[in-house]
Nanobody
């Protein structure tokens, strides 16, 4: 099982990035995928989750209206479009395969990607 994030980088405040999470080794379209982030000195937090079909998404309040999760099951890939980025969005971003349903909780994640760094400058 493998999850590989990409798309991170350095961006100015107000800018946009699109993260990708490419999956392999499991039946991708059966699994909800969560997006998490971990800022320096802080705990990892769930910021979004997308259901296995892509029909349902949820978001942390602080990113709602700015971030959009989507998935292409034909490509075994989930995306996180991040707009209007703020310096407080600076973190390592991870995708994770949920065990059963979108929980947003770190202990509920069965598989993790390696993370991709996002830095938002002011």
């Amino acid at each position: 099982v493998q999850l590989v994030e990409s798309g991170g980088g350095l961006v100015q405040a107000g800018g946009s990035l699109r993260l990708s999470c490419a999956a392999s080794g499991f039946i991708f379209d059966d699994i909800p995928i969560g997006w998490f982030r971990q800022a320096p000195g802080k705990e990892r937090e769930g910021i979004s989750c997308i259901s296995s079909s892509g029909g349902n998404t949820n978001y942390l309040d602080s990113v709602k209206g700015r971030f959009t999760a989507s998935r292409d099951n034909a490509k075994n890939t989930v995306y996180l479009q991040m707009n209007s980025l703020k310096p407080e969005d600076t973190a390592v971003y991870y995708c994770g395969a949920e065990r059963n349903f979108c929980s947003g909780y770190v202990p509920s994640i069965e598989y993790w990607g390696q993370g991709t760094q996002v830095i938002v400058s002011s």
